[in-house]
């Protein structure tokens, strides 16, 4: 939510946030409680389906071009949970942001949304140059880890744009 206005209505945002994105990444793996008696998230669930009907349902034809990826741990795991996503082709990651990196590298290259992509390696590559500066290992950056964990979206969006633009990259 890149917005901290209290008034605003969680929901309104995250409706809003799916109305203006054409492509959709949704990852179910965090979708799971981590010990018994916790509550498993249900946000990602909810949003997904909010997504799927918006390009399902929405007046605006428009949305039926929509592109969304499902991304999961293991395969079929989401579909334990929420089973109405039978048939859904899910990428699975197997919690290896290696490999999660590859999944979605390889899903817009393959929409044809960008025709000339770094390869995952390199993307990679760049995604831990970004995070070294960023903490001030080297460059101008000096942010803590919690400094990182409590930056907002807008400025965290901010470096990265500064990053991508210094690597010549669109971002």
């Known amino acids: 939510m890149e917005r901290l206005d209290s008034a605003e209505l969680r929901l309104s945002k995250i409706k809003e946030l799916i109305e203006a994105s054409q492509y959709s990444i949704h990852d179910m793996s965090r979708a799971v ?4 008696g916790e509550y ?9 389906g909010l997504d799927m009907g918006c390009r399902d349902y ?4 428009k949305y039926r071009e929509k592109k969304i ?8 795991d989401t579909q334990k949970a929420l089973s ?3 048939g859904c082709d899910c990428r699975c990651h197997e919690a290896d942001a290696e490999t ?3 999944k979605v590298r390889n899903w817009f290259f393959d929409l044809k949304v960008i ?23 080297y460059g101008k950056y000096k942010f803590s880890a919690k400094d ?5 979206v807008s400025e965290y969006l901010k470096y990265v744009d500064e990053f991508l633009k210094n690597l010549n990259i669109n971002s």
């Open 33 to 36: 409680a981590n010990q018994r």
């Open 40 to 48: 498993f998230r249900l946000n990602m669930s909810f949003e997904l």
């Open 58 to 61: 929405h007046s605006d034809k």
């Open 69 to 76: 990826l499902v991304l999961e741990q293991k395969h079929y």
């Open 84 to 86: 109405d996503l039978a």
């Open 100 to 102: 999660l990196v590859f």
């Open 115 to 137: 025709h000339s992509l770094s390869p995952a390696s390199a993307i990679r590559s760049h995604y831990n140059d970004f995070t070294e500066k960023l903490i001030g290992q």
């Open 148 to 152: 990182l964990d409590q930056m907002g």
